[in-house]
């Protein structure tokens, strides 16, 4: 049993089986940048929801009791939490340490736990996200949407030949691996990979973790994470790593959380002695999934004074003169503030970037972009969230824009009942209510939910077509929960 090989490293071998034929207690991390943690808290105890606060990491909850799958709420559809274990919550915070950097590179990033975890507490600098597969940058890119990132870019590229040319404050590295600190949900891990498995994840790693290293500025920092506990992919990797690069150091993690140190031996291997100051964090530690993670130093001096260029306004590969981007964006935020009556205020901290028939939004500082190689294995997939497309001869605002500005937008709000939501999803219509032809930003339940049109005095959503799917089956198993005389 390849379980019988740690017996000697896991500090309490019958304190850690105890707890991995335990089930695994869900939580879910707030997004703080949304919507006040009490009041999503509120909102879901309303529903049955039962959530204990955790000591750490800030803003995780216990979901105690779950009446039927958080994840099929409104409140989970707004982006105003992701379910996520607390001890991946982790990872975040090890990164960041008391600093809070202006350039940060996820190099394995889907489907987008950490990195909306690290865009969250940071709200300003720049997030880069990368992932190889075109699937998990779907997912990926729905996450950072859904929860209204405006500070992360998105770019689809093989980690191992991430491009070259600009240089990170930090560098997270949730490297690919056995998984088996997810033994408490997944009983597949319980298996020993084969030889092959092995040999082709830990050349993955390293060739990830080195990459890191030349990613990363003097002075900056990388985090080397997996979610496993094999030594051949945690010490033995990054002890290669430290032989072969003299310019790296291993930092302390200094969190209020129970851990084991790394290993300096295992079976016949020995690694750096600095490997102490790793972290091993079973699943008895925090009632929750295990991990690793070393956070190294570059040393050397920082390169402070060398930032990264500001984003342009023209998304890369638009035709576009910057005259004519200029105009665009104008005329967009201004039929944006003549609709809605947006207060000109929140949007003064806002970047844009143009890029044909669409408009992003971001909050992105620094463009790596422009200091990388084109026509490289690396593509610009998203900046920030999309804020408008082409409409007409002029911009409409999308669904996510509107729900990202929320309370701020002061006319031409519509809330409506959960009746009228069922209605408009299966493509009825729904009476104007006095509102002229124009676009509406439709809400429900004190939140804004997405864009709509009024015609003839109709009302009709303009949602897509996924998110209005993922709404109608929510909607639908609210009705189902309830008792008839409720329906009545």
Avoid at 172 to 197: I, K, T
Avoid at 206 to 234: K, M, Q, W
Avoid at 264 to 276: I, P
Wanted: charged content about 25%; proline content about 8%; glycine content about 8%.
């Amino acid at each position: 049993m390849v379980w019988e090989r740690y017996r000697g490293i896991i500090g309490d071998w019958e304190k850690f089986w105890e707890f991995a034929r335990r089930p695994q207690p869900r939580t879910l991390r707030i997004q703080t940048g949304r919507i006040p943690p009490d009041r999503v808290v509120e909102r879901l105890e309303a529903q049955g929801f039962r959530l204990e606060p955790l000591p750490f990491p800030p803003h995780f909850y216990r979901i105690v009791h779950e009446p039927f799958p958080i994840s099929k709420t409104l409140e989970h559809w707004l982006g105003f939490f992701y379910v996520q274990e607390s001890v991946m919550g982790l990872v975040a915070w090890a990164l960041l340490g008391p600093t809070r950097p202006q350039s940060i590179l996820d190099l394995c990033a889907a489907p987008g736990g950490k990195t909306t975890h690290l865009a969250d507490i940071l709200q300003e600098g720049t997030v880069i996200a990368s992932d190889i597969s075109a699937r998990r940058i779907r997912a990926l890119a729905s996450n950072v949407l859904r929860t209204g990132c405006l500070n992360v870019m998105i770019v689809q590229s093989d980690g191992r030949l991430f491009p070259q040319g600009a240089l990170f404050d930090v560098v997270l590295v949730d490297a690919p691996c056995s998984a088996e600190g997810n033994l408490r949900n997944d009983p597949a891990v319980l298996r020993e990979p084969s030889r092959g498995y092995r040999r082709q994840v830990t050349n993955l790693q390293e060739a990830l973790l080195r990459r890191a290293v030349s990613l990363v500025r003097p002075g900056g920092t990388i985090l080397y994470v997996t979610c496993t506990f094999a030594p051949e992919e945690n010490e033995a990797i990054v002890d290669r790593i430290l032989r072969e690069a003299p310019e790296l150091d291993i930092e302390p993690i200094d969190l209020p959380i129970p851990h084991e140190p790394g290993l300096l031996e295992f079976l016949d291997m020995s690694f750096d002695r600095r490997l102490r100051e790793a972290w091993r964090v079973y699943p008895y530690h925090m009632d929750s999934g295990g991990l690793f993670m070393v956070r190294l130093k570059k040393t050397g001096r920082p390169q402070t004074d060398v930032p990264l260029p500001e984003p342009p306004l023209v998304f890369p590969g638009a035709t576009l003169r910057e005259e004519e981007a200029q105009k665009k964006m104008k005329m967009a935020i201004s039929s944006l503030q003549e609709e809605f009556a947006v207060d000109g205020r929140i949007l003064e901290n806002l970047r844009w970037l143009v890029a044909g028939r669409t408009i992003w939004v971001h909050r992105c500082e620094a463009w790596p972009v422009a200091l990388w190689k084109p026509g490289g294995a690396w593509k610009l997939v998203s900046c920030g969230i999309r804020a408008f497309s082409e409409w007409k001869g002029g911009y409409r605002p999308t669904s996510w824009f509107l729900q990202w500005l929320g309370p701020h937008l002061k006319a031409r709000k519509l809330f409506l009942e959960e009746v009228e939501w069922v209605r408009l999803l299966a493509g009825q219509f729904v009476e104007a209510r006095g509102l002229e032809n124009g676009f509406v930003a439709l809400g429900f339940e004190g939140c804004v939910v997405g864009l709509g049109i009024a015609r003839g005095g109709r009302i009709r959503h303009m949602l897509p077509v996924e998110r209005a799917a993922q709404l109608q089956e929510i909607l639908a198993l609210r009705s189902h929960r309830r008792s008839p005389s409720e329906i009545l």
